[in-house]
């Protein structure tokens, strides 16, 4: 491990200088290249899926893992966006001239060396590593086991894409031990990585959390809610209820709680049910969802679950700040939406909640590198500092001063 993060230490000196024509002309390679070996990247999907059809994976995580020509396709069209992108490295963030005379620059520079470790997608793997490249990083890559053929031959490809272009290979790398054990050195040598980004289940980031002595920024669950006040549109409401559920259950930004107010709760609950059961979505609610539809009774854990599956939790609150409430004690700051006519009540939401995306008559499935105009993310961070939400190429560079002088010394 040691060996191998030296020479990814290494190379990052020489991604940290190229030039931004050229950084995006290998980008638009390695998309084309993709494109050009999707049946072979498909070949060893399928053995991924058939190994987790084998390992009972639930059908949330197999669509998660799936790639076929569409995806294929659309990855490479990531790496296309990624390389149009504005250059993120040597921006001036800010400048001004001090008493002595000094002239003082903000710039913005890569970080280093990224280590991203996520599970079960491998279409992260190209995302990362093309949104590192054009920030100017090296990225060391840790998948899931349940995709490792998968994100072998992608990180393969897009290696042999670097070495037509005489570039060190451990500019996209994944790491030589893939276990647990090599996760928990990969997370303690802050001599040769920068930074660690986890993204996957709440054990595992919370393991790397507790364990990391590199910097970490969190890409936690996605507990996501919709609150319906009382003023919504009964229609919209139902229409983004169901998109933020059932568009696609197995992602971090699909709604798990369903928070609605008692003053709209007869109306529209019961139209909601039908939606929902012709989408075979399992509903759980509180004692008072109960009294207006029948659904299973929801426990208290229900409502700290990410489901990540076809399952929603439906409580009934008495007003905006008992929602408020619900969100900010049950929910894990990444997207939440509420759906009203009311102004004051659509500010006080977005100024209350404490989560990264706070949205206003909207899907939470907008949370997401591509929607906001990114290209791609290398995920969605639940940080505070020093990213938060999708995080994008301009989140993968850190800063430097430079200061320009004349002579001048310190009397």
Request: with cysteine; proline share 2%; hydrophobic share 40%.
């Given at each position: 491990?040691?060996?191998?993060?030296k020479?990814?230490k290494?190379?990052?000196?020489?991604?940290?200088?190229l030039?931004?024509k050229?950084?995006?002309n290998?980008?638009?390679?390695?998309?084309?290249?993709i494109?050009?070996?999707?049946?072979i990247?498909?070949?060893?999907?399928?053995?991924?899926?058939?190994?987790?059809?084998?390992?009972?994976?639930?059908?949330?995580?197999?669509?998660?893992?799936?790639?076929?020509?569409?995806?294929?396709?659309?990855?490479?069209?990531?790496?296309?966006?990624?390389?149009?992108?504005?250059?993120?490295?040597?921006?001036?963030?800010?400048?001004?001239?001090v008493p002595?005379?000094?002239?003082?620059?903000?710039?913005?520079?890569?970080?280093?060396?990224?280590?991203?470790?996520?599970?079960?997608?491998p279409?992260?793997?190209?995302?990362?590593?093309?949104?590192?490249?054009?920030?100017g990083?090296?990225?060391?890559?840790?998948?899931?086991?349940?995709?490792?053929h998968?994100?072998?031959?992608?990180?393969?490809?897009?290696?042999?894409v670097?070495?037509?272009?005489?570039?060190?290979?451990?500019?996209?790398?994944?790491?030589?031990?893939?276990?647990?054990?090599?996760?928990?050195?990969?997370i303690?040598?802050?001599?040769?990585?920068?930074?660690?980004?986890?993204r996957?289940?709440?054990?595992?980031?919370?393991?790397?959390?507790q364990?990391?002595?590199v910097?970490?920024?969190?890409?936690?669950?996605g507990l996501?809610?919709?609150?319906i006040?009382?003023?919504?549109?009964?229609q919209?409401?139902?229409?983004i209820?169901?998109?933020?559920?059932?568009?696609?259950?197995?992602?971090?930004?699909?709604?798990?709680?369903?928070?609605?107010?008692?003053?709209?709760?007869?109306?529209?609950?019961?139209?909601?049910l039908?939606?929902?059961?012709?989408?075979n979505?399992?509903?759980?609610?509180?004692?008072?969802?109960?009294?207006?539809?029948?659904?299973?009774?929801?426990?208290?854990?229900?409502?700290?679950?990410?489901?990540?599956?076809?399952?929603?939790s439906?409580?009934?609150v008495?007003?905006?700040?008992?929602?408020?409430e619900?969100?900010?004690?049950?929910?894990?700051g990444?997207s939440?939406?509420?759906?009203?006519?009311?102004?004051?009540?659509?500010?006080?939401?977005?100024?209350?909640v404490?989560?990264?995306?706070?949205?206003?008559?909207?899907?939470?499935?907008?949370?997401?590198?591509?929607?906001?105009?990114f290209g791609?993310?290398?995920?969605?961070?639940?940080?505070?500092?020093?990213?938060?939400?999708?995080?994008?190429i301009?989140?993968?560079?850190?800063?430097?001063?430079?200061?320009?002088?004349?002579?001048?010394?310190?009397e």
């Open positions: 491990m040691e060996d191998f993060l020479l990814a290494k190379s990052s000196r020489k991604i940290s200088t030039q931004p050229i950084k995006s290998i980008l638009m390679q390695m998309a084309d290249y494109e050009r070996n999707s049946e990247i498909i070949e060893e999907n399928l053995k991924d899926i058939e190994l987790g059809r084998k390992n009972n994976l639930s059908y949330a995580l197999l669509d998660r893992l799936l790639l076929n020509e569409k995806r294929v396709i659309d990855m490479a069209g990531s790496i296309r966006k990624i390389a149009n992108l504005r250059e993120p490295v040597g921006r001036v963030l800010d400048g001004w001239i002595s005379g000094l002239r003082i620059e903000k710039v913005s520079v890569p970080i280093g060396v990224i280590g991203i470790i996520y599970e079960s997608r279409n992260v793997t190209s995302d990362t590593a093309a949104l590192c490249f054009k920030s990083n090296v990225c060391v890559l840790k998948g899931g086991k349940e995709a490792q998968s994100n072998f031959i992608i990180a393969t490809l897009l290696q042999e670097l070495a037509k272009n005489s570039l060190p290979i451990e500019i996209i790398s994944l790491i030589p031990d893939n276990s647990r054990e090599g996760v928990a050195k990969l303690k040598m802050d001599r040769f990585v920068d930074l660690i980004i986890p996957g289940g709440e054990a595992l980031i919370r393991y790397i959390s364990n990391s002595t910097p970490v920024v969190k890409h936690d669950k996501c809610h919709v609150f006040d009382k003023s919504a549109k009964v919209n409401a139902i229409d209820a169901i998109n933020a559920k059932c568009q696609r259950t197995g992602v971090c930004n699909a709604l798990e709680t369903l928070l609605v107010h008692k003053d709209i709760a007869q109306e529209i609950l019961p139209l909601l039908d939606e929902y059961n012709k989408q979505t399992k509903l759980l609610g509180c004692q008072k969802t109960k009294s207006f539809i029948e659904v299973e009774l929801a426990s208290t854990e229900d409502f700290y679950t990410e489901y990540l599956d076809n399952i929603l439906i409580k009934v008495d007003s905006l700040d008992e929602a408020i619900h969100i900010n004690t049950h929910g894990s990444h939440d939406s509420i759906l009203t006519q009311n102004y004051s009540n659509a500010e006080k939401f977005l100024d209350e404490d989560s990264a995306c706070v949205y206003v008559n909207s899907s939470t499935r907008f949370t997401d590198g591509g929607e906001f105009g791609a993310e290398v995920g969605i961070s639940t940080n505070k500092l020093h990213a938060r939400g999708p995080m994008g301009n989140d993968l560079t850190t800063y430097k001063f430079k200061i320009y002088g004349n002579g001048n010394i310190r």
